[in-house]
């Protein structure tokens, strides 16, 4: 690999959407043009962001460029994770096998239920009365 090698892949997560690029470098992670961990706010949810990078063994290996928008910080969290274990798997294939045991190669794809006309919500009713 020589030094300009880039890879890109998109992570998507509830109504988040992360572009994220990969860069070889010394594992620094950029959100949104701000440092991974003060963007992220919580160190639970900037784990989230690291994890593909560690299950692959190239936390140190490469440089995080990512731009999320949209839901919140979790489901912006969980959107970058996705989208990193996407551009490792374009990096290289033998990465697959322990980015598919830990579970970073699915999309998860639950989102809200939309509001239902005639009811309160997606599923809650107005009160019943009999009389």
């Known amino acids: 690999m020589n030094d300009t090698m880039r890879f890109y892949a998109t992570g998507r997560r509830k109504q988040s959407i992360a572009r994220v690029w990969l860069m070889n470098g010394e594992g620094k992670i950029t959100i949104n043009k701000r440092d991974g961990e003060s963007y992220l706010a919580r160190p639970t949810v900037f784990k989230v962001v690291e994890q593909p990078l560690q299950a692959a063994g190239a936390r140190e290996e490469f440089d995080v460029w990512a731009t999320a928008k949209g ?31 830990g579970g970073y190669l699915t999309r998860d794809a639950r989102k809200k239920e939309r509001k239902k006309y005639g009811r309160k919500g997606a599923r809650a009713r107005f009160q019943f009365s009999k009389r």
């Open 71 to 101: 839901g919140g910080l979790s489901g912006q969290a969980a959107a970058i994770r996705l989208g990193i274990a996407r551009a490792l798997l374009r990096v290289s294939e033998e990465h697959r096998d322990s980015l598919k045991a």
